[in-house]
C-alpha cells in the first residue's frame, strides 16, 4: 500500500514526552510562486463515513474554513453496511482526483468484503490484494521514488518469502529490480517477524518501508502504536490518477461507541492527513500552516484526547488548532 | 501617470476587494523608495508596473544583499522563466568576470524557486539550507559579501554543506 511513513509524526512525539512549552518559530516557504490561477478552489470529495469518521472529517472542514484554505468538500453519504459504494461517488472522486475519508465500517465476517478495500480497487490505489508481478513492480518504484523525492536514506522491503514463496519471493524481486536503478539509496530486506520485533525495540532503524498489503496493515498500525496511536497517525493512498486520504492506521474498526457518544476522538489523525492533502494539491503554505498548529497544540499540552493522556473533547482540540493558526 | 497607472490601480483595487483577510495600500514610487532604504520591514509583497518594478526590485536587492544573492522568477500561465532578482545595470564587470569571482547565491537560489515551481520541494529545501549554512558560517564569501572566495570555492562549499 502506498501509505505515507511514521517519520512527520515520529518529530511530534519527540515534543509529546516532555510536554513543556517550546515555541516553535514561524518560517515561510518563501519560495514557493504559484502559477497563475493556482489559488482557485479545488474540489475535494469528503466521506464521513462511520463511527468517529464523522466526527473528525467534521474537524477538518473546521480547520479548512478556519484558514480560508483553497478548496471545498462535496460530501457523500457512504456506510460499511453499503453493498458497494455508490456510483455518483466514485464519479466524484475521479472528477476531483482527491477525496479525504473518515473510516468505513468494516463488517466482521459474512463474507462481505471492505468496502474500504473496494474503494482503493476501484480506484486503482497502489495497493494490491493478489501479488502480481505488475502490483509488485509498481508500488516498489512508488517507494524508491518516494524515497528519492524525500530524501530519504533507505528503503525496507518487509515480506515473509521463506513461507510465501512465490508470491512474496516475486515481490522481492520487483524490490531488488528497481533498488538497482537508485544506487544510492541502501535497500534491505525484513521478514515481517523479525520486522515487528525489531520495530517496538529499535524503531529507528526503519526509514521508508515497502510491503505487501497484507502485512502492510498489521506493519503501519504497529508503527502507529509506537508513534503515539492511531488517533495521531496520517496516512494517504495514492494512485496515478487519484488520491485517497485518511488515518493512517485504524487498529480494528471505526472507534468505539463511547468516543463517539462522548465526542472524544482524537482529529490529530486526519488534520494531518488533510495536511498531506493540502501538500498534494500544491498548497504546501497551507500544509505548513496546519502542521505548525496541530505541533503547537499537542507541545503545549493543555488540549489533549484521552489517547495522549488527557480528557479533552474533539471540539476543544479542534478549537486549540484554529487558535493556533497564524 | 493618470491614465496608465490609474488603470494599474483601478485593476489592483478590484482584485483586493476578492480578499477581505490580505490588507491593501498603495504608495507612490518615489516615497516607495525612500521607504524602503529607511524601513523596508512595512512592506511584504509588492505589485508594481514594469517601468518601476526593475528599480523597486534593485534597490530592494541592495537592502536585502546586493545584487550577487537575491533570486527571482517570472512566471506565466503556461511557462515560467528563473533567472537572478535584479540585475544592477547589465551582465556584471569585466573583473568579476576574469577572475571568476561573480556570486552564484542569486542564481542558485533562483534555481531552488525553480525546483519548487517543478514540486520538487525536498530538493529545494536542501539547496536552501546548504546555501544558508554557507552563508552563515561566512568563510566562503565572494567580494560582493565581503569576502574574496572564487565563485568555484562557493559551489563546492554549497556542494560540502548538502545533506
Not at chain 1, 537508485?182 to 518501508?209: A, G, H, R, W
Amino acid at each position: 500500500m502506498a501509505r505515507r511513513s511514521f517519520s512527520l509524526f515520529k518529530a511530534l512525539t519527540k515534543t509529546t514526552t516532555s510536554f513543556s512549552l517550546t515555541p516553535i518559530p514561524i518560517s515561510r516557504s518563501v519560495t514557493y510562486m504559484p502559477r497563475p490561477g493556482d489559488g482557485i478552489p479545488r474540489a475535494v470529495t469528503l466521506i464521513p463515513g462511520d463511527g468517529i469518521g464523522p466526527l473528525v472529517t467534521n474537524a477538518v472542514e473546521q480547520v479548512m474554513q478556519a484558514m480560508h484554505a483553497p478548496l471545498y468538500f462535496e460530501k457523500y453519504e457512504v456506510h460499511g453496511d453499503m453493498n458497494r459504494i455508490p456510483a455518483e461517488v466514485i464519479e466524484s472522486i475521479k472528477k476531483n482526483k482527491v477525496c479525504l475519508k473518515g473510516g468505513l465500517r468494516t463488517p466482521v465476517g459474512g463474507g462481505v468484503s471492505s468496502l474500504n478495500v473496494s474503494l482503493r480497487k476501484e480506484l486503482d490505489l497502489y495497493a494490491s490484494l493478489v501479488i502480481t508481478k505488475f502490483c509488485s513492480e509498481r508500488i516498489a518504484k512508488y517507494a524508491f521514488e518516494y524515497a528519492y523525492l524525500n530524501n530519504r536514506k533507505t528503503v525496507t522491503a518487509v515480506h515473509k518469502a521463506n513461507i510465501m514463496k512465490l508470491a512474496d519471493g516475486l515481490f522481492l524481486e520487483s524490490c531488488r529490480e528497481v533498488a538497482k536503478k537508485y544506487p544510492s539509496i541502501k535497500y534491505t530486506e525484513i521478514i515481517v517477524d523479525n520486522c515487528c520485533m525489531q520495530l517496538v525495540s529499535k524503531p529507528e532503524q526503519f526509514d521508508v518501508m515497502v510491503t505487501p498489503n497484507l502485512y502492510g496493515n498489521l506493519v503501519a498500525n504497529t508503527a502507529a502504536g509506537i508513534a503515539g496511536g492511531t488517533g495521531v497517525m496520517p496516512g494517504g493512498n495514492v494512485g496515478a490518477d487519484y488520491a485517497v486520504f485518511e488515518q493512517g492506521a485504524s487498529a480494528g474498526n471505526v472507534g468505539k461507541e463511547k468516543m463517539v457518544e462522548r465526542k472524544k476522538a482524537n482529529p490529530v489523525a486526519l488534520l494531518l492527513s488533510s495536511a498531506m492533502m493540502l501538500r498534494h494539491l500544491q498548497f504546501p503554505s497551507f500544509a505548513d500552516r496546519l502542521e505548525t498548529a496541530v505541533k503547537r497544540v499537542i507541545s503545549e499540552g493543555k488540549c489533549r484526547t484521552k489517547d495522549l493522556g488527557g480528557d479533552s473533547t474533539t471540539q476543544e482540540v479542534v478549537d486549540a488548532v484554529i487558535a493556533h493558526l497564524d | 501617470m493618470k491614465l496608465a497607472d490609474g488603470l494599474f490601480l483601478e485593476s489592483c483595487r478590484e482584485v483586493a476587494t476578492k480578499y477581505p483577510g490580505i490588507k491593501y495600500n498603495e504608495i507612490i514610487v518615489d516615497n516607495c523608495c525612500m521607504q524602503l532604504v529607511s524601513k523596508p520591514e512595512q512592506f511584504d509583497v509588492m505589485v508594481t508596473p514594469n517601468l518601476y518594478g526593475n528599480l523597486v526590485a534593485n534597490t530592494a536587492a541592495g537592502i536585502a544583499g546586493g545584487t550577487g544573492v537575491m533570486p527571482g522568477g517570472n512566471v506565466g500561465a503556461d511557462h515560467a522563466i528563473f533567472e537572478q532578482g535584479a540585475s544592477a545595470g547589465n551582465v556584471g564587470n569585466e573583473n568579476l568576470l576574469e577572475q571568476k569571482t561573480a556570486n552564484p547565491v542569486a542564481l542558485l537560489l533562483s534555481s531552488a524557486m525553480m525546483l519548487r515551481h517543478l514540486q520538487f520541494p525536498s530538493f529545494a529545501d536542501r539547496l536552501e539550507t546548504a546555501v544558508k549554512l554557507v552563508i552563515s558560517e561566512g568563510r566562503y564569501r565572494t567580494k560582493d559579501l565581503g569576502g574574496s572566495s572564487t565563485t568555484q570555492e562557493v559551489v563546492d562549499a554549497v556542494i560540502g554543506a548538502l545533506d
